[in-house]
């Protein structure tokens, strides 16, 4: 991570250094509130990502040859989905809710209202550029508010892409797109929001947080963590290993819920390793290097660190080789790995894949629970008590049991993570409350006003007062 420099904030453009209030005007104008404009920019948004599908497609490439089908599932359709998601919900979700007046307060009507929280930053990281920008915006435009937006600076064409049609897209009053690194980002820290949202690692996340409680500016932080993957006993491994390879190596293993590291039962290391390697040949042939539906390292830096962890932990079964020049590493899987490894201490966030034995469900449990509450948790079991218990004894942001990554596809569940790896959550209603005030209201009647609890206070009135406890 980067010291952010508040000097570096001097010399940037005036757009950026006022961000925050040329916005807040449109927002105090009322700009935001009718639904009717929040179903427009929703369709807006919704019809750039078909419009602007291609587009985004070969910057998505460009950046880190994100495969074309990957690119289309894992980033646009994700937010045409939110799109439609938000666009059937709309009317519901901002419907005042009512909720019953207790009989110590009637008479009265009591309701809860949604208020838009003004005006947001959501800053994004690089791995999924389009889909973690523009999710987290479609909570933002449905609960009414302006938003500025940072993408990553280390996906530089997906940046352009989106810099140059959002605000062709969007209403310009409302809606900002900053490109830049640390400098740009620290002065958009600098002023006051009524909401950042934070997606990325958790070191700038401290930044995040601490600058937002300078301001007193609530936080989401969407961060990452070692999210394990344990495999039972009883897991039907033929679909277990083609699960895990899939949601390991997908982008290179660069999805801050990829599974981290395997803890399997020691009779069934063997075969789940053997069964992993020979779906990664089905997925991407004898050298994953000629196949186009592999990713690249996003950098030299990340290949560098990811090179480093390759040296210093484990027995490398299948992959390792790597190339410095092209950013790529192979999809590889680790066995023989020590607890206490470099591979086991930070979040892995590449095509490395450790496999650990563990003796039993009880024990494996025990290991994640030692650790920092993960993103995600994987159980693969034919079990139900054993499905049942991992649920019940860890904690993480979310479970997917007998898969990989397709409980945050669903706008019914929230995603977030949980202490370490992250605090509040997002997709579908979540993302719309996200962005929310819930705002209580109560209607008291006038005909009827009871003095019992008005001075001067009497014996009696206190008498009466204590007979409804
Ligand atoms: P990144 O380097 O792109 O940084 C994220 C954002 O922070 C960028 O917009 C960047 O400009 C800004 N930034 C960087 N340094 C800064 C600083 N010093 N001050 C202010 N802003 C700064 O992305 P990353 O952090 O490498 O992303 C990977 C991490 O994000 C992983 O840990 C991963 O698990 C996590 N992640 C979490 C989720 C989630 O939804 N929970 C999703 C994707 C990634």
């Not at 020691?266 to 020979?278: C, Q, S, T, V, W």
Request: hydrophobic content about 40%; some cysteine; overall charge neutral.
């Amino acid at each position: 991570m980067t010291t952010p420099d508040p000097l570096a904030a001097e010399g940037l453009d005036a757009s950026i250094l006022g961000a925050a209030d040329r916005l807040r005007e449109a927002f105090d104008g009322g700009e935001t509130r009718p639904l009717e404009w929040r179903r427009n920019q929703l369709q807006q948004l919704k019809t750039m990502m078909s419009e602007r599908g291609d587009e985004l497609v070969r910057a998505l490439q460009a950046d880190f040859r994100k495969p074309e089908l990957e690119a289309w599932t894992s980033d646009i359709a994700i937010v045409s989905q939110e799109c439609d998601h938000a666009l059937k919900h709309l009317a519901r979700w901002t419907r005042p809710e009512k909720v019953r007046t207790p009989l110590q307060q009637s008479p009265g009507r009591s309701r809860i209202v949604r208020d838009p929280l003004g005006v947001v930053l959501i800053i994004s990281p690089w791995n999924y550029p389009v889909q973690l920008l523009l999710s987290p915006l479609v909570g933002a435009i449905a609960a009414g508010n302006c938003a500025v937006l940072k993408p990553s600076e280390l996906t530089p064409h997906t940046s352009a892409v989106l810099a140059h049609w959002l605000p062709r897209t969007l209403d310009p009053r409302c809606f900002q797109t900053v490109e830049g690194g640390v400098a740009e980002t620290t002065a958009l820290l600098e002023q006051r929001f009524d909401h950042i949202f934070y997606t990325g690692n958790g070191n700038v996340g401290r930044v995040v947080m601490e600058a937002a409680a300078k301001h007193l500016t609530p936080v989401t932080l969407e961060l990452g963590g070692k999210s394990p993957c344990i495999v039972d006993r009883s897991a039907n491994l033929d679909v277990a290993a083609r699960r895990i390879a899939w949601g390991k190596f997908l982008n290179a293993g660069q999805t801050c819920v990829a599974p981290d590291y395997i803890l399997v039962h020691p009779d069934r290391e063997e075969e789940l390793i053997e069964k992993i390697g020979a779906a990664v040949n089905d997925f991407y042939g004898d050298d994953p290097k000629q196949s186009a539906d592999y990713a690249r390292i996003v950098n030299s830096r990340h290949h560098r660190r990811l090179a480093g962890l390759l040296k210093e932990s484990g027995d490398i079964v299948f992959g390792g080789e790597l190339d410095e020049e092209t950013c790529y590493l192979a999809p590889t899987l680790v066995r023989n790995v020590q607890a206490d490894s470099p591979l086991m201490g930070e979040e892995i966030f590449g095509p490395i894949l450790p496999v650990l034995t563990s003796p039993s469900i009880e024990d494996s449990i025990a290991f994640v629970s030692q650790r920092a509450k993960p993103l995600a948790l994987y159980v693969f079991t034919e079990n139900a008590d054993v499905e049942a218990k991992v649920i019940a004894e860890t904690t993480s942001g979310g479970v997917c049991v007998n898969a990989i990554l397709w409980h945050i596809t669903s706008p019914n569940l929230p995603f977030g993570g949980v202490g370490p790896s992250g605090t509040g959550a997002y997709h579908g209603r979540a993302s719309f409350e996200t962005f929310s005030h819930r705002k209580s209201v109560m209607t008291k009647p006038t005909r009827f006003d009871l003095k019992l609890l008005y001075p001067p206070y009497s014996r009696l009135k206190t008498k009466l007062i204590r007979r409804m406890l």
